[in-house]
């Protein structure tokens, strides 16, 4: 681990004698020392005044490089814009008594883990996800604090709303070009055209949207009763308007007739589509597709299956986020319908792939 002292006479005899405490809890072994520098987040020890007493290397990249550590407050170091040098220090400026941090130190904060953002001198916004963990070593109460900085990352989410929301408005003024355009008889093919164009990029916007949600956390799902067979119908019908090369075959268990399911017909749509889009790609012009409906009293399975086959190599890398046969960039399909399904619908993904039997892809549902 680094010595974080550049020499006794720049802090009190007390601090320092609480960093080698620390020093000695932390360090006892070189794995601990090793670890706790390459470790990718930040690890700081605070006193019960909130002075900094510990620290690893991933820390020193939080704020300005090459200034001092040691001894000094949380909010002195990251620059707070609450704390003013000389008048008003780290934990006593108007707005500290509602810092997550600062309440962490006091033990009066009831949650272990927070999202917390500050607002440098610089008027940089640096956002950190916290975790708290307060210990004691001979009779001197600390506050260990584990940091990822994730300001990129809601950085990231903030321009993605941005952007949903400006695009959703452009495609909101395009469908009302297309409703007049609908009235010139004399443009009636052009019109259909264009109106599938729309219709799919907005189905595509919809889906990244819905995708970027479910991600983060921020999906809000809505179950409701959805008869299986009619559901899968219907996306059928839409599919063999668009794929008309394609040979889609719906085969429905006699004991699916009439059976409803409770889910988010919304996400499940999402789910079923991209199974069929991936075996449609999947397939040549004359192979036949095959979408299945069964189920037993616990369970309802939906089954999309086509001819072709998938090497070893390409089923290892299935369900994962960058993965993709179509080009670098685009592996969210089979990795959506595992997060939909699994983390969101209360249900199952699969597959199997045999060279002579073909590829079929498994959902299956709580009943």
Not at 65 to 84: A, D, H, T
């Amino acid at each position: 681990m680094t010595k974080h002292v550049s020499s006794i006479c720049d802090v009190s005899s007390n601090i320092f004698l609480q960093n080698q405490e620390i020093k000695i809890f932390f360090e006892s072994s070189a794995v601990g020392s090793l670890v706790l520098d390459e470790i990718f987040c930040s690890i700081v020890v605070l006193n019960s005044v909130g002075q900094i007493i510990y620290y690893n290397k991933m820390f020193e990249t939080i704020a300005e490089k090459n200034k001092p550590l040691l001894g000094k407050r949380f909010g002195e170091y990251i620059s707070c814009s609450n704390v003013v040098e000389g008048i008003t220090p780290c934990g006593q400026a108007t707005f500290c008594k509602h810092c997550l941090v600062n309440l962490s130190l006091q033990g009066t904060l009831e949650i272990k883990e927070y999202e917390i953002s500050f607002l440098q001198k610089n008027n940089e916004v640096l956002e950190f996800l916290i975790r708290t963990v307060a210990f004691e070593i001979a009779g001197n109460q600390y506050t260990l604090l584990i940091i990822r900085d994730i300001s990129n990352e809601k950085r990231r989410r903030m321009l993605e709303k941005i952007f949903f929301h400006d695009i959703s408005n452009t495609m909101t003024i395009m469908n009302g070009h297309l409703l007049m355009l609908e009235k010139d008889k004399n443009n009636s093919i052009k019109f259909e055209r264009v109106k599938q164009t729309y219709e799919r990029m907005w189905d595509e916007v919809k889906g990244q949207k819905i995708l970027s949600e479910a991600e983060s956390g921020d999906l809000q799902i809505s179950f409701s009763p959805v008869e299986v067979q009619i559901f899968i119908q219907g996306i059928l019908i839409l599919f063999q308007e668009i794929y008309k090369g394609n040979r889609l075959l719906f085969e429905c268990d006699s004991s699916m007739a009439d059976v409803v399911i409770k889910t988010d017909e919304t996400i499940l749509r999402r789910v079923i589509v991209n199974m069929i889009k991936n075996a449609i790609e999947a397939s040549d012009k004359e192979s036949q597709i095959t979408i299945s409906a069964s189920g037993d009293k616990k369970n309802v399975l939906l089954v999309v299956h086509n001819e072709g086959y998938m090497p070893e190599e390409i089923q290892a890398k299935i369900f994962k986020r960058s993965f993709s046969t179509k080009g670098k960039g685009r592996g969210l399909g089979t990795y959506s319908m595992k997060l939909f399904t699994e983390k969101y619908l209360n249900g199952m993904i699969s597959f199997k792939s045999l060279e002579k039997l073909g590829t079929s892809f498994l959902v299956s549902l709580p009943r």
